[in-house]
């Protein structure tokens, strides 16, 4: 019999995980799984649950909430070198990770990606010690994500994500750094409005912000914007992100790497996954573990 432990948290999105993740529970258990139900409590619990998970011997580790909780689950998979297969079931603000795997919100669909075994090996990123699943970002827009009220996303959902971020991009978008970063041994400079180390296409509830980005394909994609002094030239930019065009654009830098280096002339505000991480400088590179994640898509 194998063994399934679901992993929620109660104040994720609009309050949906504990009611899907009982959904999951019962649907599972009715195909003879044993199930064990578990709940964030505070912060890094879903990592301790997941390490718990490990060392209990369980086959199969669902991440119920956000980017957040699902980076958690994550990190301790990874630290731990787990053999544990990952199921994500999306109820956070912004589901960036899950939306590239086409994940969606009906317990149904993620019980028979479960049921059929269907899962794909999956790259992760490490930003110096922390694993990142979706991206590693800098720079003033960047923080939206980790800056927005945890109450106001709980009960407002995107909304209240949206409306950070309207009142951050007249400051982001004049907020540029000198960027220095190192590729294979080679150094470039850039003044930069946001760089992004991505290991999938959708990013910040954006589907084609790294547009070539494959989640196995061995890299990372980085796309720098550039600062060009000039903020209506910026959000001419921004614009071109919903149909993926701003890569072909000479003020935006993009690019694929195994292993990049960030620096930058004054300290810049780090994103992983929609969460806080310090400041530059950052070592950014393929980690040396690929995840194992239910889904359907094949790349």
């Given at each position: 019999?194998q063994?399934?432990?679901?992993?929620?948290?109660?104040t994720?999105?609009?309050?949906?995980?504990?009611?899907?993740?009982?959904?999951?529970?019962?649907?599972?258990?009715?195909?003879?799984?044993?199930?064990k139900l578990?709940?964030?409590?505070?912060?890094?619990?879903?990592?301790?649950?997941t390490?718990?998970?490990d060392k209990d011997?369980?086959?199969?580790?669902?991440?119920?909430?956000?980017?957040?909780?699902v980076?958690?689950?994550?990190?301790?998979?990874a630290?731990?070198k787990s053999s544990?297969?990952l199921?994500?079931?999306?109820t956070?603000?912004?589901n960036?990770?899950?939306?590239?795997?086409?994940l969606?919100?009906?317990?149904?669909d993620?019980?028979?990606?479960?049921?059929?075994?269907?899962?794909?090996?999956?790259?992760?990123?490490?930003?110096?010690d922390?694993?990142?699943?979706?991206?590693?970002?800098?720079?003033?827009?960047a923080?939206?994500?980790?800056?927005?009220d945890?109450?106001l996303?709980?009960?407002?959902?995107?909304?209240?994500?949206?409306?950070e971020g309207?009142?951050?991009?007249?400051?982001?978008?004049?907020s540029?750094?000198k960027?220095?970063?190192?590729?294979?041994?080679?150094?470039?400079?850039?003044?930069?409005?946001?760089?992004?180390v991505?290991?999938?296409s959708?990013?910040g509830?954006f589907?084609k912000?790294?547009?070539k980005?494959?989640?196995?394909?061995?890299?990372?994609?980085?796309?720098?914007?550039?600062?060009?002094?000039?903020?209506?030239?910026?959000?001419?930019?921004?614009f071109?992100?919903?149909?993926?065009?701003?890569?072909?654009?000479?003020r935006?830098?993009?690019f694929?790497?195994k292993d990049?280096h960030?620096?930058?002339?004054?300290p810049?505000?780090?994103d992983?996954?929609?969460?806080?991480?310090?400041?530059t400088?950052?070592?950014?590179?393929?980690?040396d573990?690929k995840?194992?994640?239910?889904?359907n898509?094949k790349e």
């Amino acid at each position: 019999m194998q063994k399934v432990k679901i992993i929620y948290n109660p104040t994720s999105g609009h309050q949906l995980s504990k009611t899907s993740a009982h959904n999951l529970a019962m649907q599972l258990l009715d195909l003879d799984y044993m199930v064990k139900l578990s709940s964030t409590t505070y912060n890094c619990s879903a990592y301790e649950e997941t390490i718990s998970a490990d060392k209990d011997g369980f086959d199969v580790i669902i991440a119920c909430g956000g980017d957040g909780t699902v980076n958690e689950v994550v990190n301790a998979m990874a630290e731990s070198k787990s053999s544990m297969k990952l199921g994500i079931y999306p109820t956070g603000t912004v589901n960036d990770f899950a939306t590239y795997l086409g994940l969606n919100g009906f317990t149904r669909d993620l019980v028979r990606l479960i049921k059929n075994d269907f899962y794909i090996p999956v790259d992760l990123g490490k930003a110096n010690d922390k694993y990142f699943v979706n991206v590693a970002a800098g720079g003033k827009i960047a923080s939206i994500a980790h800056e927005t009220d945890k109450a106001l996303k709980t009960v407002f959902g995107k909304l209240a994500y949206y409306a950070e971020g309207a009142k951050a991009v007249p400051d982001a978008l004049s907020s540029g750094f000198k960027m220095i970063y190192t590729v294979d041994g080679e150094k470039y400079e850039d003044n930069a409005l946001v760089f992004l180390v991505s290991n999938s296409s959708s990013i910040g509830g954006f589907s084609k912000i790294a547009p070539k980005a494959l989640v196995t394909d061995g890299y990372l994609d980085v796309v720098i914007i550039k600062d060009t002094g000039n903020v209506r030239d910026a959000a001419s930019i921004f614009f071109k992100i919903f149909s993926g065009e701003h890569v072909e654009d000479d003020r935006v830098v993009y690019f694929h790497a195994k292993d990049i280096h960030v620096e930058s002339d004054q300290p810049v505000e780090l994103d992983i996954d929609g969460e806080g991480f310090g400041k530059t400088p950052v070592d950014i590179k393929v980690a040396d573990y690929k995840l194992k994640v239910f889904t359907n898509i094949k790349e």
